[in-house]
Structure formats: structure tokens, C-alpha cells
């Protein structure tokens, strides 16, 4: 049993993980203290902020995501993390951080996280919108739901003068007996 108590499960490492960067975040003032060096658990966690921030990255218009990379990869030789928190530390120090640059593309990817059905009545699939306002699930559903919309109004416009050429005639009729 006591042998055994050396060796922490690994959720409580991980748990122990999470409250020593919950203390750091609440205790250290980034002015006073300097930024502390982030302890990376394993290099499970420290790969895992590496495809985040590759992630984050590559929602940048190519010009700037390439350069992004390159200057982590090739230029700085730091992992892509840092350069992404580094970015947001250094724009905190100049006192812009709170002026960010939003690009507008970005608001369809914030949509496309989500689940949308698809609006063809006879489909009604859920499916992951690729972009903003996506409202079938593939371009045939959006053919067909189309196609159906144009012969429901062309019916809609037959039945009209339909009805407007019997009212004529009824009225016609009417003029022509009395
Ligand atoms: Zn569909």
C-alpha cells in the first residue's frame, strides 16, 4: 500500500496542474512579478498548446499566417504557443491589448462551430456549416429546395390567373346579362 502512494495517479497530477496554473493566473501581477515560465505538464500538454495555437494561427490571411510560422519555426525557433501568448503578453505591456484587430471573417467561423439542419424540408439532416448563413447540407439539397420554391411560386402564379381570368369572365358575364 505505502509503496503504491509514491506514485500519484495521473489525474491527480494533472488536477494538481490545473491548481498550481489557477493560483499562478490569480496570484502573479504580470507588471510586478514578470511573466513566469509556464510549467508544461508533459509533452502531451505542451503539444497540445502547439496544435492550438497552429489552429489559431492558421485562421490569419496567408500573408500573416506564413509569416506567423516562419517566425516561430525558422526565425525565434520557439514553439508556436509562445509566439501566440507572447503576441497577446506584448500587446498587454504596450497597453493595446484592449484595441485588438478583428478580422471579419473570423465572425463565420464562430458559426461554423455550431450544428445547423438543413433547411430542404424532405433532407432536415443536422450537419457542421461550412460558412456563415450555410443553410443545406450539400449543394443538391440547395438545388432541389430551390427548384421546389420556383415551382410552388409558378404554381402559385398559375392558380392566380386562374382565378382572375374566372373572376373576369363571372364579371364579364355579369355585364353582358344585365
Ligand atoms: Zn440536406
Known amino acids: 500500500m505505502a509503496k503504491k502512494e509514491t506514485i500519484l495517479p495521473s489525474e ?14 490569480e496570484v502573479a501581477p504580470p507588471t510586478d512579478k514578470g511573466p513566469e515560465p509556464i510549467q508544461p505538464i508533459n509533452d502531451t500538454y505542451s503539444g497540445s498548446l502547439d496544435d492550438a495555437a497552429s489552429l489559431l494561427l492558421r485562421q490569419l490571411v496567408p500573408a500573416v499566417r506564413d509569416y506567423a ?33 478583428i478580422d471579419p471573417s473570423w465572425r463565420q467561423i464562430e458559426v461554423a462551430v455550431g450544428v445547423s439542419t438543413c433547411k430542404y424540408v424532405k433532407c432536415g439532416k443536422t450537419f457542421p456549416p461550412k460558412r456563415f448563413g450555410q443553410s443545406y447540407c450539400s449543394p443538391q439539397c440547395g438545388n432541389l429546395a430551390r427548384k421546389e420554391e420556383i415551382d410552388r411560386i409558378n404554381k402559385e402564379k398559375a ?13 364579364m358575364g355579369k355585364v353582358a346579362t344585365s
Open 12 to 25: 491527480v497530477i494533472e488536477s494538481l496542474g490545473e491548481q498550481m496554473r489557477e493560483d499562478k493566473t
Open 69 to 101: 510560422f516562419e517566425l516561430c519555426d525558422l526565425t525565434l525557433k520557439i514553439p508556436r504557443w509562445q509566439l501566440v501568448l507572447g503576441a497577446v503578453l506584448a500587446q498587454f505591456e504596450s497597453g493595446t491589448l484592449q484595441a485588438p484587430s
Open 159 to 171: 392558380h392566380d390567373l386562374k382565378i382572375r381570368k374566372h373572376i373576369e369572365s363571372i364579371e
